[in-house]
Nanobody, 122 residues
Framework: EVQLVESGGGLVQAGGSLRLSCAAS????????KCWVRQAPGKKREKVSC????????????KGRFTISTDNAKNMDNAKNMVYLQMNSLKPEDTAVYYC???????????WGQGTQVTVFS
């Protein structure tokens, strides 16, 4: 069973930082693109950042502030495959539910987590 479980969201003042984590299991981690996608109330879903064998990509709105990374469990006991999103210099417009997603390509996400709320106040 594929599972993507996000954590790390919360309430933070503008200019602050948060680190989102996503524990991934049930699929070939290295073979999939992993992305963070966000959706704010009343707005369209926005792909924030993706990481794959081809490298990383970022939405223009977060370039220079957000960093995506992964930690491959490499079959170690009790280890999890992880996807992270380090978010610095947060702005109120970054407020959204952030979803971890995975798929064969960054434009094709097959699996989604339940989301974690990020709220940035000024």
């Amino acid at each position: 069973e594929v599972q993507l479980v996000e954590s790390g969201g919360g309430l933070v003042q503008a200019g602050g930082s948060l680190r989102l984590s996503c524990a991934a299991s049930g699929f070939t981690f290295d073979g999939y693109a992993k992305c963070w996608v966000r959706q704010a109330p009343g707005k369209k879903r926005e792909k924030v950042s993706c990481i794959s064998a081809g490298g990383t990509s970022y939405a223009d709105s977060v370039k220079g502030r957000f960093t995506i990374s992964t930690d491959n469990a490499k079959n170690m006991d009790n280890a999890k495959n992880m996807v992270y999103l380090q978010m610095n210099s947060l702005k109120p417009e970054d407020t959204a539910v952030y979803y971890c997603a995975a798929g064969p390509y960054s434009d094709l996400m097959d699996y989604w987590g339940q989301g974690t709320q990020v709220t940035v106040f000024s």
